[in-house]
């Protein structure tokens, strides 16, 4: 199957125009003509990911964060990034990312049947299909009210999580629950606009997290990798529906900091 026929399957589900206007995804790199038997998803395109995918004889690399983000003044062997991309076109792997459309699309919902939260809506809505919101992140109301402790051992249970940071009274209850996965500091504000008890992101710094805690949001922070590795095995599933004559091969989930 050509790499342009996959992108066209994914793109029926997951459109471009459904991004977010600063964000960059698509095919980023190589041809859209490669014939493309093995597929390797990752959720970055890191030095390791690419040697993976090469160790794989991967025709094709699929990632959730785009490598190219920033604009490239050139290529050459003097960036890390370019760098990369030079690796990949050198072995021949068309490399497409599908990011903030994913997020919109499929990440959100997806967060929200693993977090197990009812009566949801969009917590942070950039558009809408017919009558149907669309957006980032959900927010809803747990099956039982639970205090914000038990309510941390829930997150790191359904997302399989060593660890976790939160910001708040570990006493108080908590019902109704945010969820936004990655970068979270600006999904805030719709989670205290939409009567959250509290929020589950990434990437919270402090005064972000003791300035939600003051206008009584509690703020758990899963991290960026924490929130955001379940795309991997979701578009394994969906490769699996849709392409089941495609190989796809998945990066292990290793996450890119230890808490010592």
């Not at 690796?87 to 490399?95: G, P």
């Not at 570990?170 to 939409?194: D, F, H």
């Amino acid at each position: 199957m050509l790499c342009k026929e996959i992108i066209q399957v994914i793109e029926a589900t997951y459109p471009r125009n459904a991004a977010l206007d600063f964000d960059n995804v698509g095919l980023l790199a190589g041809r859209s003509e490669k014939e493309v038997n093995r597929v390797y998803l990752a959720l970055d395109a890191t030095d390791e990911i690419i040697t993976r995918a090469v160790e794989a004889g991967a025709d094709m690399l699929v990632t959730h964060h785009p490598l190219i983000f920033s604009p490239l003044k050139k290529v050459t062997d003097e960036d890390f990034v370019s760098r990369r991309v030079m690796r990949l076109i050198q072995n021949d792997i068309s490399y497409y990312a599908m990011h903030t459309n994913y997020d919109v699309l499929g990440m959100a919902e997806l967060a929200e049947k693993i977090l197990d939260i009812r009566d949801t809506q969009v917590l942070d809505v950039t558009g809408a299909d017919g009558e149907r919101e669309e957006g980032i992140g959900r927010i809803g109301r747990l099956e039982r009210e639970m205090s914000l402790e038990e309510c941390c051992v829930y997150v790191k249970h359904k997302l399989n999580l060593g660890s976790i940071k939160v910001f708040g009274d570990m006493n108080r209850r908590v019902r109704t629950l945010a969820v936004s996965p990655g970068s979270g500091k600006s999904a805030i504000k719709p989670a205290i606009q939409k009567g959250a008890d509290v929020l589950v992101t990434g990437d919270i710094g402090h005064h972000d997290g003791i300035d939600a805690v003051e206008q009584g949001l509690a703020v758990i922070d899963a991290g960026h990798y924490g929130t955001e590795y379940i795309f991997i095995d979701d578009m394994k599933r969906f490769f699996a529906e849709k392409l089941p004559g495609l190989e796809v091969e998945t990066a292990p989930v290793i996450h890119p900091f230890q808490v010592i």
